[in-house]
């Protein structure tokens, strides 16, 4: 059923990443990971066409894009990863003529379920994110799944039932759990850090959020460091003077 | 937004039927039953030949036609699965009206009911095609109050530029359909104008800055993959935007033309000369409205270009 589940029950689980815009250095891990995790799991396989050739075309779930913001002192480059943000009005899924795209009562996961997908695309054309990517040749949409065949996982390690991207970020800039508890440790994040939803006038409510890069200049020292001590005439010891004369012989 | 030709299709064709059945319908509960049998006929034979093929031509369009049929459970959400729902309910007025239509001897008031419903499941079909498009926030030229009036009159000028090349030979009304078809058409033609002015001076109040939340002026300094993707090659069409202004006039000429093709069968109502400059008359339109169909892709710009580095949408 395309219809949207009713999110606002107190204690409703809203499962989802928290990505710190500061931290992220933008070494692609995340995508990586991503892509090598979900091209066996879930979704397998993401296609790719012509991988070795000069027109390669391919599936991913996560990228990470690089941009330039600001000006003057406070410019900086900004690593920007980019998936799927589960909102809680998806489009994606109310546009989906078949069912097969569906956001999951317990926990706000949205997913395509790829034997009832008949590829019309329309959930891509809805999602302001353009977080989904359609398999030409498998003739279905795809999209980050956060994971769920790892975060319920219990073959897997307690540590490692953890979305592929989090459990792979090398420096904790991608941070995994419900943002529907206030008091979990990513929505604590989220309110100490003014995490931000990605273009919040459109209505979609995503369930992800960004954390804004710390500002430069706020975290830079008001006090200006302290001068080195000036190299001045030794103290005169026999090892100095020994040295001194090395340094003028040589 | 990348053009897809076979959803172009499918709305020109099904639009273009959608609206000959409706006319049909609308002349068969005013006048009774069909004036011949071969010209009733070939109008039912026409409009549910150009909605079936336009139906098709959608198909193509899926990733996996032989699921199509999952498309008609979600009419609760999705305007797509209610497209479906539509287009295939109203096979079921298009054929009691024919049958009752055909028939000479049908009683005029089941003629004028049938056809009633027809006309009325046509525009609502045509309605749901139009708010697949309309009711997605994320294309700002789609997400217009125009959008819906322009498929509806763009139904009844290809319609009614159809049913008068078919009904000019005939020499049957010809002069009342030619005045509904040149109506039409100057106002498909008035209203696409309109819509193109709003498009062109709605502020683009969208910006990279505001899709990643950052300080503006934002610019994208290094691109996530080296080649294309999906979301660059769906949403991220640019090859028409260029040629956008010419292909808006060719729209208007052709509807122009169509109108003023239409205009020996208003002032003779028939003869050899006005039939062929209906034909003609169709023939422009049809092309004139796939252009326009083209366009409407073509020059949609879609939220997530934002990411790829467009500075506005």
Redesign the interface.
Known sequence: ???LPDTTAPGQAKLGLVID?DTCV?CQACAVACKEWNTQGYHAPLTDEDPYGA??????LN?????????GP?AR??H?P?SCLHCENA?C????????SYKRESDGIVLVNPD???????C???????AR????R???MKKCTLCIDRIYNQHLEPEDRQPACVRACPTGARHFGDLGDRDSAVSRLVSERGG????P???YRPVNK?L??RSMIEAAPTEPPPALAPIGPGDGSLVENFFAWVDRVL | MHPAYSVIMFSTLSGAGYGLLALAALAGASHGPASSFAFGALVMTMGLGLVTIGLLASMFHLGHPERAWRAISQWRSSWLSREGVMALVTYVPAMVFGWLWLDPASPPLAIRIAGLMLALMCALTVVCTAMIYAALPTIRQWRQPLVLPVYLVMAVATGAALLLAIATPYGRGAAVLAGIAVLALLAAAALKLWYWHAIDNQPRDLTIGMATGLPEPVRQWEQAHTARNFVMQEMGYHVGRRHARRLRRIVVVLLGCAAILALPALILGGGIGAAVAAVLSAVATLAGTLIERWLFFAEAEHVSSLYYGSARV
């Open positions: 059923m395309t219809t815009l933008g027109d390669p075309i391919g599936v991913w990228r990470v894009h690089g941009y330039e913001s600001g000006e406070t480059t900004v920007f980019r489009a899924v109310t546009v989906c003529p078949t069912g097969a009832t997908c008949i590829g019309c695309k329309l891509s054309w809805a999602c302001p994110y353009g990517e359609y398999d030409y498998d003739g279905v931000y939803d990605l273009l006038e459109l209505g960004y804004p890069p």
